[in-house]
C-alpha cells in the first residue's frame, strides 16, 4: 500500500506545483497579452466551464477506463493545454484543454486515494494530500513571482509544463485495482447528492466573487510588485497546508462534520478584515489566516462523503461537485469582472459583502447536509 499511495501523492504535488503556478499567474499573464479585466473574467470562466459541459461524459468515462487512466490522460491535456495557452497561440482552446484535464484530475484523483488507503486513514491521507498540493502553492507561486519580474508576465506559464509532464509516469504502473468497468447510476440517489452538494456550490458562488481577483486586489490597492505579490500568496499557500495537517486532530476532537463547520466559520472574520483593513500588515495577516481555514476543510470534506458514496458513484459525485462548484464559481467570476469593469477598485465592497454572506449561508447548510443520511461504505 505504501509504495503505490506515496507515488500518487508525489504525481499530485507535481500536478499541483504546475496547477497553482498557472492559477496564480494566469491574470497577469492574460493582462500582459492585452486581455481587458472582463475578458479575464471571461477567460476565468472558460476553465471552469469546459469541466462543467464535459462532466457528465467524464461520469461515464471515468469508471469504465479507470482512475489510473484518466489521469494519465488528465496530465497531457494539461501539457497540450499549457503550450497553447503559454504561448498565447490560441488561448482559449488552450483554457478549455486545461479546464479539460482539471476535471480528469476531480474526478478521478479523490476515489483513487481512498482506493489505495483503508477507510479509518482516509482522514489522514486526504489531509496530507491536499497539505502537500497546497505547500506546493508556496513554491509555484515564489518561483512565478520572481520569474515574473526577470522575463515578464508573459512567459511564466510556460513552466508549468515540465511538473505536468513529471507526474505522468508516477501514475503509470499504480494498481488499477477492482471495481472499474461498472455503469455509473445516478437513479435514487438524487437526495442525498443534493444534500452533500448544496453547501459547496453556495460557497463556490461567493468564493467567485473574489477569490480569482484577489491577487490584483492587493496588487491595485498596496501598489505591489510582482514577486511581493507572489510571497504573498505563496506564505497563504504554505499557511494553509499547515492547517491541513491540524485537520486529523479536529476531526478527532470535533468529528468529521465540525471539524468543517468550525474552521469555515473562524474564517469569516479575516476575510472581513482582509476586504476592508487599511494596513498591509494585517492585510497579509487576514490573507494567510482565512485560505488556510476556509481551505483546511476540503480534505475533510472528500474523505466524509465517501461513507455515503458506493464505489462506482465517486467519480461522477466528485465530478458534478467541481462541475456545479465551477459553474458557480464562474457566474461569480464573470459577474465580478463585469462590477469591476463598471466601479473600479470601489467594486470590491460590494464584492467581499456578497461573498461573506453566501460563505456563512453555506456555512449553516452543512449538518442538515448531512442530517439522516445513510453511510453506505
Not at 35 to 51: E, H, M
Not at 306 to 330: H, I, K
Not at 336 to 361: H, I, N, P, R
Request: hydrophobic letters at 60%; proline letters at 5%.
Amino acid at each position: 500500500m505504501r509504495a503505490p499511495v506515496y507515488r500518487f501523492l508525489l504525481a499530485g504535488f507535481l500536478w499541483s506545483f504546475g496547477a497553482n503556478l498557472v492559477y496564480f499567474f494566469l491574470n497577469f499573464h492574460l493582462e500582459a497579452l492585452g486581455f481587458s479585466r472582463q475578458a479575464i473574467g471571461l477567460a476565468q470562466a472558460v476553465v471552469l466551464l469546459s469541466g462543467v459541459a464535459f462532466a457528465w461524459p467524464l461520469a461515464r468515462l471515468i469508471p469504465r477506463v479507470g482512475y489510473v487512466r484518466s489521469l494519465e490522460l488528465a496530465f497531457l491535456l494539461g501539457v497540450g493545454g499549457g503550450v497553447l495557452l503559454g504561448l498565447g497561440l490560441f488561448v482559449f482552446p488552450g483554457l478549455a484543454l486545461y479546464g479539460l484535464a482539471g476535471a480528469l484530475v476531480q474526478g478521478a484523483a479523490a476515489p483513487l486515494l481512498a482506493r489505495l488507503v483503508p477507510e479509518e486513514r482516509r482522514v489522514a491521507f486526504f489531509s496530507l494530500q491536499a497539505a502537500l498540493t497546497t505547500a506546493s502553492g508556496f513554491f509555484s507561486t515564489l518561483l512565478a513571482g520572481y520569474l515574473s519580474d526577470l522575463l515578464g508576465a508573459r512567459w511564466v506559464l510556460l513552466f508549468a509544463l515540465p511538473f505536468f509532464a513529471l507526474a505522468y509516469p508516477l501514475v503509470r504502473g499504480l494498481p488499477r485495482g477492482g471495481g472499474e468497468g461498472k455503469p455509473f447510476r445516478f437513479r435514487g440517489r438524487f437526495r442525498a447528492w443534493l444534500r452533500l452538494l448544496l453547501p459547496q456550490v453556495v460557497i463556490g458562488f461567493g468564493a467567485g466573487l473574489v477569490i480569482p481577483f484577489l491577487n490584483l486586489f492587493l496588487k491595485e490597492k498596496f501598489g505591489l510588485s510582482y514577486g511581493t505579490t507572489g510571497l504573498l500568496f505563496a506564505l497563504s499557500s504554505l499557511a494553509t497546508g499547515a492547517a491541513m495537517l491540524l485537520q486529523p486532530f479536529l476531526a478527532g476532537r470535533l468529528g468529521r462534520l465540525g471539524a468543517i463547520v468550525f474552521v469555515q466559520a473562524l474564517s469569516l472574520p479575516f476575510l472581513a478584515a482582509l476586504a476592508w483593513a487599511p494596513w498591509l500588515p494585517l492585510v497579509t495577516l487576514a490573507l494567510l489566516i482565512r485560505g488556510a481555514l476556509m481551505n483546511a476543510a476540503g480534505p475533510v470534506y472528500a474523505a466524509l462523503v465517501m461513507d455515503y458514496l458506493t464505489e462506482e458513484e465517486r467519480p461522477g459525485f466528485f465530478l458534478l461537485e467541481s462541475a456545479l462548484w465551477s459553474l458557480l464559481f464562474a457566474l461569480g467570476s464573470a459577474l465580478s469582472g463585469a462590477v469591476q469593469e463598471a466601479l473600479g477598485l470601489k467594486a470590491f465592497d460590494l464584492l467581499f459583502g456578497g461573498t461573506l454572506a453566501l460563505y456563512a449561508l453555506g456555512i449553516l447548510l452543512w449538518p442538515w447536509a448531512f442530517r439522516g443520511l445513510e453511510r453506505v461504505d
